[in-house]
């Protein structure tokens, strides 16, 4: 075995994962402003999408754990983001749906993605570039993921 295969700038989870955590940095500013963590944010990307969902649907989506993902949700339920109500169909099922305060939200979170954008035309990637990355990212989600 090569010791090459260890070494930090040979590791594809490396710049996926840095690349990750640069992304949120660009991002905090906005989420304090809205007084939401960036896995608050994704959970409501969800609901903005779908709303009325279940927590296994929702956990699916985001490729997390239900128990990873209640306790953020009873945290967001704290802020009056969303409520968490049993499925008059199932019990066992919990749907999550928005408040106005979680849909009022919404239009003061459409200027993130343009933020991340903004910095990223001051680079050498093009549109057409970010747009085959993203492509091959979600590839690879599903790849892992399947």
Known sequence: M??????????????????????IREYQPQLDRLGITYPQYLVMLVLWEKDNLSVNDIAKKLILNTNTLTPLLKRMQTQKLLERKRSEQDERKVIISLTEKGIAMKEDAKL???????????????LEQLIEMRSNLNALIDLLNG
């Open 2 to 23: 090569s010791e090459d295969r260890l070494k930090l700038s040979n590791q594809l989870c490396f710049p996926i994962y840095a690349v990750s955590r640069l992304i």
């Open 112 to 126: 993130i993605p343009a933020s991340l954008i903004e910095k990223l035309n001051e680079g050498s990637l093009s």
